[in-house]
Nanobody, 115 residues
């Protein structure tokens, strides 16, 4: 089983930046893809960005040009650098991994964008 712990969520003003981190740990596992999802109140959970083990990335249209996903395979950690934050980016951000023995979700970290 893989345990995921997110960090970095905070209150930030519009136009500000945040860097989220998600560290994976466990006794025996393999991580293929890592991703960030988010869920705002009253909305479905949506994919923000993903990255494969070889570094290929995908982004939601809302994240393109503002967010950057990266990973450190040696540390089993994925990051999400978020710039030019907007009020509509406010949500709980969840880390997700796809791999062996199973896919896993973190518990989330809250991002609030408000002046």
């Amino acid at each position: 089983q893989v345990q995921l712990v997110e960090s970095g969520g905070a209150l930030v003003q519009p136009g500000g930046s945040l860097r989220l981190s998600c560290a994976a740990s466990g006794s025996s596992f393999r991580i293929d893809a890592m991703a960030w999802y988010r869920q705002a109140p009253g909305k479905d959970r949506e994919l923000v960005a993903s990255i494969t083990s070889d570094g290929s990335t995908t982004y939601a249209d809302s994240a393109k040009g503002r967010f950057t996903i990266s990973r450190d395979n040696a540390k089993n950690t994925v990051y999400l650098q978020m710039n030019s934050l907007k009020p509509e980016d406010a949500a709980v951000y969840y880390c997700h991994t796809r791999g062996w023995p199973m896919d896993s979700w973190g518990k989330g970290t809250r991002v609030t964008v408000s002046s």
